[in-house]
């Protein structure tokens, strides 16, 4: 049913004060709208709504009426433009009420069903995770294999991956993959690892011989990890290839180990430690009365056993 016009309200209004078949106030009894025709109902629902404003709170009888009307819609009649929650009927009274709304009675919420289910759906889908849980995944250890780790030299490479568990794949931190290999893996000569370091740079540590690249430039872990692996391969044929150049006149460049290596902690001298004039600890008379009744109670106890 389409929604009523301003005019249509107050033509509907003067005509069931005018009508001597109907009561003049039938539209603020929904208990008397039962066994109405659907059209008659909504019409009485939105004279309602439009005459009381913003002292209009549905009722029990109002829903039952308006919902008794179901089985009389057909297909072909048009969609309604209003839907109460039939999902639950616990009424929700709004605790954020603007300062000139303070004082009128309670407005209690009329939401849509649909647009207002994301509650139930959740704590549905949480139930459904549990019963996975507790049915579904003790089935899966029949498929169980023992893990064998790759040796070093059928996968030099380390991938090391970053997630908070959040539902953001995308974010800075769950994006960022870190590629790690040791220059003993790689199986080259004296001539290819001095050009691999000259070309790794900054990136190759000359403290543990390793190489790492990191990556978070695309918006998936996995496009990073296809970039990472491309820019590697590239990094180690160009290493390989001595055709070209050696770079063997080119010494290498150590400077960004500085901020690599850690800093030596600084060792507080014996001779300044002065025991002596530490603070005296609070309450340290209540541990010695406790001591004191712990000595006495032991020494009652002894001497009722001892001959």
Not at 37 to 65: C, M, S, V, W
Not at 142 to 155: D, F, G, H, I, L
Request: glycine share 2%.
């Amino acid at each position: 049913m389409k929604q009523l016009s301003s005019s249509s309200i107050i033509r509907g209004i003067r005509s069931y004060s005018s009508s001597p078949a109907s009561k003049p106030d039938l539209f603020l009894n929904p208990h008397s709208w039962q066994g109405l025709p659907a059209d008659q109902i909504f019409q009485l629902h939105q004279i309602r709504k439009k005459y009381l404003g913003d002292a209009y709170n549905p009722t029990n009888e109002e829903r039952t009426a308006i919902l008794s009307t179901i089985t009389s819609l057909t297909a072909n009649k048009p969609t309604l433009d209003y839907a109460f929650e039939i999902e639950n009927f616990k009424e929700r009274v709004m605790n954020n009420t603007p300062m000139k709304d303070r004082g009128k009675p309670q407005k209690l919420s009329n939401m849509f069903v649909i647009n207002s289910g994301v509650e139930p759906h959740h704590a549905r889908r949480i139930d459904n995770l549990h019963r996975v849980s507790a049915f579904e995944m003790p089935l899966l250890s029949k498929y169980q294999q023992p893990y064998t780790p790759r040796s070093k030299t059928e996968a030099p490479i380390k991938l090391t991956y970053n997630s908070d568990f959040g539902d953001d794949i995308t974010n800075k931190h769950n994006r960022k993959v870190t590629l790690y290999v040791e220059l003993k893996d790689l199986k080259l000569n004296k001539e290819q690892e001095h050009k691999f370091k000259i070309l790794a740079g900054r990136r190759f540590h000359y403290g543990t011989d390793s190489f790492q690249l990191k990556c978070e430039r695309y918006p998936h872990a996995a496009q990073n990890v296809n970039w990472l692996i491309d820019t590697f391969n590239k990094l180690v044929a160009e290493s390989k290839d001595l055709s070209k150049e050696t770079f063997a006149d080119i010494p290498l460049d150590k400077r960004h180990m500085k901020t690599w290596t850690t800093k030596p902690k600084p060792a507080f001298p014996e001779e300044w430690k002065r025991p002596q004039d530490a603070p005296t600890k609070r309450h340290e008379i209540i541990n010695e009365l406790v001591e004191m009744s712990k000595q006495k109670l032991d020494s009652d106890h002894l001497g009722k056993i001892s001959p």
